[in-house]
Nanobody
Framework: QVQLVESGGGLVQAGASLRLSCVASGRTFSTNSMGWFRQAPGKEREFVAAITRSGGSTYYADSVKEGRFTISRDNAKNTVDLQMNSLKAEDTAVYYC???????????????????WGQGTQVTVSS
């Protein structure tokens, strides 16, 4: 079992930055790929970013590429962070941290690939 707790959300103005953090319980953190997803009001949950077990590879949604968002992990601290820069109103959503052991290059952007989910943290960007 892996329990995930997100933090760092809040209300910011467009153009600002936020750093989300997810802390995982248990000793198996390093065996899981980690991902961030988000769900805006009235929309389906969508992939944002993911990072492999060792941190050697990262994946991003097209909407957050070009350096706007950066995912990182610290296996010694059981944490995965999402640095969000140049925030836009359309980034407003509940952000979820997820962990999965069986995540592959093909499934990394799919919710079904992840076994464990946090409760989410609200990010609101005012324009």
């Amino acid at each position: 079992q892996v329990q995930l707790v997100e933090s760092g959300g809040g209300l910011v103005q467009a153009g600002a930055s936020l750093r989300l953090s997810c802390v995982a319980s248990g000793r198996t953190f390093s065996t899981n790929s980690m991902g961030w997803f988000r769900q805006a009001p009235g929309k389906e949950r969508e992939f944002v970013a993911a990072i492999t077990r060792s941190g050697g590879s990262t994946y991003y949604a097209d909407s957050v590429k070009e350096g706007r968002f950066t995912i990182s992990r610290d296996n010694a601290k059981n944490t995965v962070d999402l640095q969000m820069n140049s925030l836009k109103a359309e980034d407003t959503a509940v952000y979820y941290c997820a962990a999965g052991k069986g995540v592959t290059n093909w499934s990394v952007r799919k919710e079904y690939a992840y076994d464990y989910w946090g409760q989410g943290t609200q990010v609101t960007v005012s324009s």
